[in-house]
């Protein structure tokens, strides 16, 4: 039996149906075709990955902006005895993290708010400063996890930010 292909593309003597004729063609005009696809396809691709790494980095940036702030925040209402100006801040700066921060730094967020708002109504939080700092601590190394990684509070045990109200020099120099 002669091996020949009918009009359905059927080879008569193997039974199985032949797709495409290869000769030089075909293979050239498939050659286009998948350079055409490719050609699409790719910087479609490349496109949508560098716009999510552009979006990612961004969102990062802001993490650590809201961070930053958040920390001057506090800092502004631990030195300047609570203005109703700083506790505006610090209440904007905490609700910008309750946007943006993920749910560890929150949960870090909320232990750290609960504890102060505790102390601030009932002034009778047993062991206040080692409560505050370890709160503290905890929340600064989420925040610091969340935008450097995981390897970036390896040695550190506690974290703390300096308090009070800077002294005034006398006219002559002398505090």
Do not use: W
């Not at 696809?37 to 990612?56: D, H, M, N, T, W």
């Not at 708010?113 to 505790?118: F, Q, T, W």
């Not at 009778?124 to 390897?151: P, S």
């Amino acid at each position: 039996m002669k091996d020949y292909i009918d009009k359905q593309g059927i080879s008569r003597k193997e039974g199985r149906i032949i797709l495409f004729n290869m000769d030089k063609v075909d293979l050239t005009a498939s050659a286009v075709l998948l350079t055409a696809f490719a050609g699409i396809v790719i910087p479609i691709i490349v496109s949508y990955l560098e716009r999510k790494g552009r979006l990612e980095f961004e969102k990062q940036k802001l993490k650590e902006q809201y961070y930053l702030e958040f920390v001057q925040a506090l800092s502004e209402n631990m030195n300047s005895g609570e203005t109703e100006e700083v506790t505006i801040r610090y209440n904007h700066a905490f609700n910008n993290l309750v946007i943006i921060a993920n749910p560890m730094v929150l949960n870090s967020l909320y232990a750290l708010s609960d504890l102060i708002i505790k102390h601030l109504k009932e002034n009778n939080v047993i062991n206040y400063d080692e409560k505050y700092n370890q709160a503290f601590t905890c929340l600064i190394k989420k925040m610091r996890k969340d935008i450097h990684g995981e390897k970036v509070n390896k040695g550190i045990t506690n974290i703390y930010c300096i308090s009070g109200v800077a002294k005034k020099k006398k006219a002559n120099g002398i505090i």
